[in-house]
Structure formats: C-alpha cells, structure tokens
C-alpha cells in the first residue's frame, strides 16, 4: 500500500518535473572539440539522467565479473561439506546397525571430503572397533584427546578399551581424568565409582561417592548406604591387619550410616563382646533383631548373654526372639537351642509353628534330627532328610546380578564385581524339584532296605523312587 502511494508520488513528482522543463525551454551551448552543440535545458537533463543509469549498470556488471569465482567457491564449498555430512550420517547410522563395512567405507569417504578431523574421528574410530580393529580405535581416540573440543569423548572411548581389556590401573587414571574435566558427568562419576571399588580403592570410593551426592547423582539413603557398605569393608581390612580400633570404628561409622547392614552389627558386637562390653553388644543385637532377624546374630547374643550352659543358652535365644516374636527367624533359634539342650517339646513347638509355611532345607533337618533324637522314628527322620534334599536351600549371601551365592558377606561380588549387591536370601538358582514337577504326588510311604536304600512311594502312584540316603546320625 505505502509502496505504491510511494512509486504513485515519485511518478507524479517526475512528470511534474518534465511539465516543468517542457514549459521553460531555455537553451543551452556547448563547444567541445570542434564541435558545438545548441540544445534546450530539458533534453541536457535527460541526457545527464541517461548516462548516470547507464554508469550504474556498468559499475554493477562489473562487480558480478570480479566476484564471480568468490561465489562459484563458496557454492561448491557448501555442496561439498552437504556430501561430507551425508557420508558422517551414513556412517554413524551403519555403526549402530552394526554394519561394519559400511561404516568402515562411510568414515573413509568423510575423512576425504571434510578437512575437520574432530568431526569424523569418532566415526572412524568406532567403524574400527566394529572392524574388531581396537589398535586403529585407540589411535583415533587418543588423537581427539588433543583436541579440546573432542576430549572427553576421546577419554571416554579410551576408558570402554581399558574396561573391557580389565587393565584397571589405566581405566582409573582415565576415569580420574574424566572426572576432572567433568565433575557433574553422572557417567564418570559413577565410572569411577565402580572402578574404584573393584580394584579396593575403598577410601577414594568414598570420596567419589560423597562428591556423587553432592551433585545430586545420588540419594541421600544411596549415599549413606554406599558409606555404610565402605566402612564396613575398611573395618574387615583393619581387623585382618591387626587394627582392631580401627577396624572398630569403621564398623560403628558404617552401623551408624546404615542400621540395617547386618554384617557390620556383627562387626561391632563382636568387637565388644571381645573387650568384655556385653551390654551394649546385647542391646545392638536385641536392636538389630527387631530390623533385621539373621541367624549369625544369635551366637553373638548367647556370648553378650554369657551364657555358660546350654538352658542359659535357650534363656537368652527365647529374650531375643521376643524382640521379633512369630518371625520364622526367631522360632528357629529358639528351636535350635531347645534341640541342643534336649528340650524336645519346646523345640518342636516352635517348629511346628514354621514348618507349616516354611518347609526349607534347615528346617527339615531339624524335624528329621529331632524325630531321631525325641522318639527314636529313623524312618520318620529319613523322610525328612528327603524332604530336605529336595527343599529350598538355606539362605546365604546371594549376588542380585549374577546370582553368585556365599557364605561370607563382602562389599562387591566375588564373581561380577557388583558393589554391594549381596542380599541374604534364598538362593536363585536351586529350586525344589516339586515345584518343576506338578504331577509330583507328596511321598506316602517310605520303606527301608536292607542295604540301607530308602524306597518312596508316592501318593496315588505306582512310580517308585529309589534312592541312597544315609542315616541321619551318619550325617552328624
Ligand atoms: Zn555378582
């Protein structure tokens, strides 16, 4: 709209112009070289105009002349770099198919077409690595260490290699380096965390998980649960080199983090039970029973007791399972220290009270042991050692990633290296044949042999079970 009304005045002002011109004649004379020209003062106007458009469009052809190559080469540049792109695209597409000469061909291509190393680096190096050729992978990952832009993707790269090849010492530095460049990195941190904590780096471990929390990687309960887990592992370390007040004070910094961490409930009892502070041993233990029921807590309470005979010893068993009456931990012990005093009623009292929900391993051997000792019953005794054979084993420290199941607890797993991954429970990996085998009927009848074999007949079932079992007394 204002453009219009804009040509519309300029228009109008020009014709004006012309009228103007047209109505004052005038008359100009020229005399140059010869030659004279006589003319009126509008038409000079005009031909000044003509020349100086005529100039203008000179001058701009010959700008296009001269900027003409510039242009070509930036064009061709942009194309260029498009195809560069494209190849870097393909390329990183093929290696996460998988597609290792793809990718391998795909890098080559970018390399030529694009003068930017950092750029197609990574490419290269990770097209090498599907190649199976780590070396190559490992020179393209340290060149782009040297180049700030590319460095920690270089360092990371560089770490994977270290990993997976296990050389721990240069996975640490590496990480470490990392790190530094990348404190709130969660990856490295955690990184870090676990290499330090696989090659025993326990008092570092602390300090990277401390840092962790202050970044806010991990939870308040994590962190203190991790604390818990390194003090507890530095108080074992102390205590089998002779450091007991360390050992000690470690253990009573990981209870204090974590109350639940039964092993180093243990850790503390026992180191006072040993320079006589029984109190206080047998009031963590009565604490810890309340949370956290677990069978190596009852020893130590009948010592923090001191129990001197084996009543006392079911005295003190039947005061701590009321600090968590009905648990099935609670009506073993006290089952197992009415067994060993030959108190048979009561024993059988409380196993009655589990073996309803509970038929494990453990508490099948003690049905059998007390069959055999209260009435004499072998054959009742040996049904339950048969039933124990196929029962759910006894809990121990079972690895929740691998499954790698031990007696002793310890800070990261035996097997896979897991940091604090052991749970007590029933292992995985042994499951009760009855429950692979629903036609199984429930044994009827046992006969024993001569030759000291036992036959079960089961229910509804002329299938019969032969097999070799040893007399329970045997087995004790
Ligand atoms: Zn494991």
Same mark, same amino acid.
């Given at each position: 709209?204002?453009?219009?009304?804009?040509?519309?005045?300029?228009?109008?002002?020009?014709?004006?112009?012309?009228?103007?011109?047209?109505?004052?004649?005038?008359?100009?004379?020229?005399?140059?070289?010869?030659?004279?020209?006589?003319?009126?003062?509008?038409?000079?106007?005009?031909?000044?105009?003509?020349?100086?458009?005529?100039?203008?469009?000179?001058?701009?052809?010959?700008?296009?002349?001269?900027?003409?190559?510039?242009?070509?080469?930036?064009?061709?540049?942009?194309?260029?770099?498009?195809?560069?792109?494209?190849?870097?695209?393909?390329?990183?597409? &093929?290696? !996460?198919?998988? $597609?290792?000469? %793809? #990718?391998?061909?795909? =890098? +080559? *291509? /970018?390399?030529?077409?694009?003068? @930017?190393?950092?750029?197609?680096?990574?490419?290269?190096?990770?097209?090498?690595?599907?190649?199976?050729?780590?070396?190559?992978?490992?020179?393209?990952?340290?060149?782009?260490?040297?180049?700030?832009?590319?460095?920690?993707?270089?360092?990371?790269?560089?770490?994977?290699? &270290?990993? !997976?090849?296990? $050389?721990?010492? %240069? #996975?640490?530095?590496? =990480? +470490? *380096? /990392?790190?530094?460049?990348?404190? @709130?990195?969660?990856?490295?941190?955690?990184?870090l965390f676990e290499l330090q904590t696989r090659s025993g780096q326990w008092l570092d471990a602390g300090v990277t998980v401390r840092?962790?929390?202050?970044?806010?990687?991990?939870?308040?309960?994590?962190?203190?649960?991790r604390q818990?887990v390194l003090?507890?592992q530095l108080?074992?370390?102390?205590?089998?080199?002779?450091?007991?007040?360390?050992?000690?004070?470690?253990?009573?910094?990981?209870?204090?983090?974590?109350?639940?961490?039964?092993?180093?409930?243990?850790?503390?009892?026992?180191?006072?039970?040993?320079?006589?502070?029984?109190?206080?041993?047998?009031?963590?233990?009565?604490?810890?029973?309340?949370?956290?029921?677990?069978?190596?807590?009852?020893?130590?309470?009948?010592?923090?007791?001191?129990?001197?005979?084996?009543?006392?010893?079911?005295?003190?068993?039947?005061?701590?399972?009321?600090?968590?009456?009905?648990?099935?931990?609670?009506?073993?012990?006290?089952?197992?220290?009415?067994?060993?005093?030959?108190?048979?009623?009561?024993?059988?009292?409380?196993?009655?009270?589990?073996?309803?929900?509970?038929?494990?391993?453990?508490?099948?051997?003690?049905?059998?042991?007390?069959?055999?000792?209260?009435?004499?019953?072998?054959?009742?005794?040996?049904?339950?050692?048969?039933?124990?054979?196929?029962?759910?084993?006894?809990?121990?420290?079972?690895?929740?990633?691998?499954?790698?199941?031990?007696?002793?607890?310890?800070a990261?797993?035996?097997?896979?290296?897991?940091f604090?991954?052991?749970?007590?429970?029933?292992?995985?990996?042994?499951?009760?044949?009855?429950?692979?085998?629903?036609?199984?009927?429930?044994?009827?009848?046992?006969?024993?042999?001569?030759?000291?074999?036992?036959?079960?007949?089961?229910?509804?079932?002329?299938?019969?079970?032969?097999?070799?079992?040893?007399?329970?007394?045997?087995?004790?």
């Amino acid at each position: 709209m204002w453009k219009a009304l804009r040509y519309f005045l300029i228009i109008t002002a020009l014709a004006a112009g012309a009228a103007w011109l047209a109505d004052q004649p005038g008359s100009v004379s020229l005399e140059w070289a010869g030659y004279q020209i006589d003319t009126t003062f509008g038409v000079l106007a005009i031909g000044i105009g003509a020349i100086a458009v005529l100039s203008a469009l000179l001058y701009r052809l010959w700008l296009f002349i001269v900027r003409a190559p510039g242009s070509m080469r930036i064009a061709w540049g942009s194309r260029k770099r498009n195809k560069g792109f494209q190849a870097l695209t393909k390329g990183m597409v &093929a290696v !996460a198919a998988g $597609d290792a000469e %793809e #990718a391998r061909k795909q =890098a +080559r *291509r /970018a390399e030529g077409i694009l003068s @930017d190393p950092p750029l197609t680096m990574l490419l290269s190096a990770q097209a090498a690595q599907l190649n199976g050729d780590e070396r190559a992978a490992e020179r393209f990952f340290k060149a782009m260490t040297e180049n700030n832009e590319t460095e920690f993707l270089g360092l990371r790269g560089l770490l994977n290699q &270290a990993m !997976a090849r296990d $050389d721990m010492g %240069e #996975a640490v530095a590496l =990480a +470490r *380096r /990392a790190h530094r460049m990348k404190p @709130d990195s969660e990856w490295v941190s955690q990184s870090l965390f676990e290499l330090q904590t696989r090659s025993g780096q326990w008092l570092d471990a602390g300090v990277t998980v401390r840092e962790a929390a202050r970044n806010k990687h991990l939870t308040h309960e994590n962190s203190r649960r991790r604390q818990a887990v390194l003090s507890y592992q530095l108080s074992m370390n102390a205590e089998s080199s002779g450091d007991h007040a360390e050992a000690l004070k470690q253990a009573r910094a990981a209870v204090d983090l974590d109350a639940t961490l039964v092993p180093a409930v243990l850790g503390v009892a026992r180191s006072w039970i040993k320079t006589g502070r029984l109190r206080k041993a047998a009031s963590m233990i009565e604490k810890a029973w309340g949370r956290t029921p677990h069978p190596d807590l009852v020893i130590l309470y009948s010592d923090s007791r001191a129990a001197k005979n084996l009543l006392e010893v079911v005295k003190a068993v039947e005061r701590l399972a009321g600090f968590n009456p009905g648990h099935v931990e609670s009506n073993l012990a006290v089952a197992r220290a009415a067994l060993d005093a030959d108190l048979w009623g009561q024993a059988r009292t409380h196993l009655d009270a589990i073996h309803e929900n509970d038929q494990s391993a453990r508490v099948c051997r003690m049905m059998a042991e007390l069959e055999e000792a209260e009435h004499n019953d072998l054959a009742s005794s040996r049904k339950w050692l048969v039933q124990a054979s196929i029962a759910d084993p006894d809990p121990a420290y079972v690895c929740g990633d691998c499954g790698n199941t031990v007696r002793n607890w310890h800070a990261t797993c035996d097997n896979c290296n897991g940091f604090d991954r052991y749970e007590w429970r029933v292992p995985p990996h042994a499951v009760r044949v009855d429950k692979l085998l629903p036609d199984v009927e429930p044994i009827d009848a046992i006969e024993i042999e001569d030759d000291d074999s036992v036959t079960l007949i089961e229910h509804n079932s002329t299938d019969i079970i032969d097999t070799q079992i040893k007399p329970f007394s045997a087995e004790k």
